[in-house]
């Protein structure tokens, strides 16, 4: 009888799993030809260009699902039509989804991929970008970051090929934002489907196991990446399915700061709010409704749509986005609290990251008081009542003091002295609190739970903190990105070592890098540099990190770039070199494990 019963549930649960949905179209593809740059698809043939200097041919703009537009908004991403009777020449990349500004933070928007580019629904396209000659390479897929509502996948990925001998190849994929991509309700998902914007991910991922073998890159082996809602979006395809994928789709994963907002249920009732905020808003009214409300949103013009995006987006609280990813019960099917506890993921290896200051960019910068402080925690997390608040901040302990003049803002090391509950480079204080309390809730807790997830049931884990200063979100994508030199507050030396932990961890599944590269170029002596070239896995009985970070330099200070909303002491060359160590990541900060362990106990009240 507990045969039949366990057979059931299996043959349940498979019938749930997608299937490869290129077959078909793999079929058209004719024999390869001599010339590399030349790639058929079965449904298109693209040709990429090469570049002689760095050795790396690309493909950009290359169409792997069909427009989601008209009867497919809000549906399950579909084929490409086929279309060989011209060769495509992939020089140029294909339009951004449409999306949100990063308001007020033009650089930002640069760094996540986003900026004044054309927009368009028709808009899921992938770039590559392959070492010449490749021939069964490990394969890097990037997905952008953005707040489920902005970016896309217009990023260069030479500094980051080139600092690891061109020893992979590199997919950045484009998917459906805001209401676009994750409209959720009772009604979305009983007349299409809530989360497309993961489901084009997913898709892609499929593309990348039908394909990437025509530009040298090996199916077998590939690694998703991604940073804030990209690190959130690894995060979610590795519970995908309730993580019964095993290594079908990628073996590896590296999140960065991976983004945790509030996860609701599909038809709970804030994001069937917002969903009648944005029908009311695009001219489609319940109380004098000819049609229902999804058939009218699918008959709306894009331009109507994107106006009723930005209004709704625009009314939310500060530092939030309004259309996010749902628990839908089949493809994403528990929270990810919850999942991660258990340890039900996809692939077998993680690298995970939290910056050290991820909080100032999302929370505002006038809590001087407690009071201020509470009625800051009463709106983020209107689900708790006076109590909840209580615990909180027991949690997370203060003075009663406002901010500290700015000299006194300094980082801390993360194991003795003042801690992150109190003092940052960026704030002290009542608003350091906030931003502490903000970072771990929404991006460090995750990071630690998504790291024990991936390191039980045979699985190996990383984890890691990104600690220069300004260690504000998504500054760290200058480090993996490049170029060299391009901020001044980090060093060449550190960008390349960062750049070759990525790098070793995609072609060998551990981070660790030559010692010689962690002792960087420069003629002052590196701090750890051993700790780099010897980084252990993460388990909970001994919960490695490695601090990532610079000592040395000239001392400055100001607001240097949008990563910092306020004032910053920061540090440039000469003099910079860096500085690497190992500790404890559950008692860093003065007891960081037992705060994410109390969040992970909030999360059913959050959700999350």
Known sequence: MLFLLLACAF????????????????????SPTSDALNVDLGYAIYRGFSNATTGINTWRGIRYAA??????????????????????????YGPQCQQVSFSGMPGLASRMGAGDFEMSEDCLFLNVQSPADALNLPVLVWIHGGGYGAGSGQNDFTELLQANG????????????????????????????????????????????????????????????????????????????????????????????????????????????TYHEFADRAGCRIDRASQPLFDCLVSKDTATLQNASVAVTAIKPYGTWAFLPVTDGVFIQREPSSQLLKGRVNGRSLLVSNNANEGPLFTPQNITTELALRA???????????????????YY??????????????????????????????????????????????????????????????????????????????????????????????????????MMIWGRFVTRENPSIPLAVAAGAGAHATTGASAAARWPAFSVAQPCQLNINQTGGTAAVGAIDVYSPVDTIFFTEPGLRNSFSLANAYTWELGRGDRCDFWGRMAPIIPM
């Open 11 to 30: 043959s349940a649960v498979s019938a749930l799993l997608p299937s490869q949905p290129f077959g078909k179209l793999l079929s058209e593809k004719q």
């Open 397 to 498: 302990p203060g003075s009663n003091a406002s901010n500290c003049p700015q000299f006194n803002q300094v980082g801390t090391n993360g194991i003795v002295g003042p801690s992150a509950l109190d003092q940052s480079s960026l704030a002290t204080g009542q608003q350091q609190r906030a931003n502490n309390i903000y970072a771990e809730l929404t991006f460090v807790c995750p990071s630690y739970w998504l790291a024990e997830a991936y390191s039980s049931q045979g699985r190996t884990a990383y984890k890691y903190q990104f600690s220069a200063l300004p260690g504000t979100h998504a500054s760290d994508l200058h480090a993996y990105f490049g170029p060299l030199g391009s901020v001044p507050y980090l060093s060449a030396d550190l960008q390349r070592a960062f």
């Open 166 to 273: 061109n020893s992979f190849v590199v997919v950045s994929v484009q998917y459906r934002l805001g209401p676009f991509g994750f409209l959720a309700s009772e009604e979305v998902a009983r007349r299409g489907v809530t989360n497309a914007g993961l489901l084009d991910q997913f898709f892609a991922l499929q593309w990348v196991q039908a394909y990437i073998d025509r530009f040298g890159g090996n199916a077998s082996m590939v690694t998703i990446s991604g940073e804030s809602a990209g690190g959130g979006s690894v995060m979610l395809q590795g519970m995908a399915y309730g993580g019964s994928l095993g290594n079908a789709l990628f073996r590896s994963a590296i999140a960065a700061s991976p983004y945790l907002p509030r996860q609701y249920a599909y038809d709970d009732l804030p994001p069937t709010q």
């Open 376 to 394: 800051w925690l009463h709106r983020t997390l209107p689900e708790f009542g006076d109590e909840d608040v209580d615990r909180v901040l027991r």
């Open 67 to 92: 427009p989601p537009l008209g009867a497919l908004r809000w549906q399950s991403p579909r084929l490409p039509a086929v279309h060989r009777s011209a060769v495509i020449h992939a020089n140029a």
